[in-house]
């Protein structure tokens, strides 16, 4: 199998059916980041590296305070190519310096429900026909609830988000009639939206210290 989509591996598509998320529950979460898939080598559910992501997708929470590491990316143990698949997102990520004290808050979850292989930019096709409708109002619900969350999300899956306004008659409440020069932020209810770069570009590494002052200003607020 090559190029961008569902990842082969059956154990893999189980975890995600069973939890279509990472971290904490994104219902209990005070801080979603919202990407686009979650993405992985295609042989690592062939190595013994396997049996850190099926802890971590178990329980991610006591992942990060065991292992003192946010994701299974971030270990010494990790025996493929750093600079693919979902390692670039992570590694970023790990730069923002949040202890394992932030797991519980902390949520990641994707516009598709199943793990992916390869990279969605040389297929968006396939990467649209992958999308549950179910899924994309489950996180419809969770911008509505007032759970006091806020969410992070690149511009490129806001850009995901309009499509699906006019496709699925989802996500209506966003507006993302804004100007293209202008960040996008909203509140919603008492959740806030707002637009970063996404953790896989070098761009992201001029918002770390903003994003880091964001996370801790709202947990200290909610």
Request: some cysteine; hydrophobic content about 35%; overall charge neutral.
């Amino acid at each position: 199998m090559s190029g961008f989509d569902i990842h082969p591996s059956y154990e893999m598509k189980q975890l995600f059916n069973e939890k279509p998320f990472q971290g904490q529950d994104p219902k209990k979460a005070k801080i979603i980041f919202l990407s686009s898939d979650a993405n992985y080598s295609e042989k690592v559910s062939d190595n013994e590296f396997f049996k850190y992501l099926l802890e971590y997708q178990k329980d991610s929470i006591n992942f990060w305070k065991k292992h003192q590491c946010h994701h299974p990316f971030m270990m010494e143990e990790y025996p493929f190519n750093r600079t693919v698949d979902g390692v670039p997102f992570h590694r970023n990520f790990s730069k923002l310096a949040l202890s394992a004290e932030h797991a519980e808050f902390i949520s990641f979850i994707e516009l598709l429900d199943i793990p992916t292989i390869g990279n969605k930019s040389e297929n968006k096709k396939r990467f649209y026909e992958l999308v549950s409708v179910e899924h994309l109002r489950n996180i419809e619900n969770l911008m509505l609830n007032n759970n006091g969350t806020i969410f992070f999300i690149s511009k490129g899956v806001l850009k995901d988000l309009k499509k699906f306004q006019k496709i699925y008659n989802v996500f209506s409440f966003l507006n993302l009639t804004s100007s293209p020069n202008q960040r996008f932020s909203q509140e919603i209810n008492k959740n806030f939206v707002l637009e970063i770069y996404h953790f896989s570009s070098y761009q992201i590494h001029s918002q770390l210290e903003e994003i880091r002052m964001r996370i801790d200003n709202w947990l200290n607020c909610n």
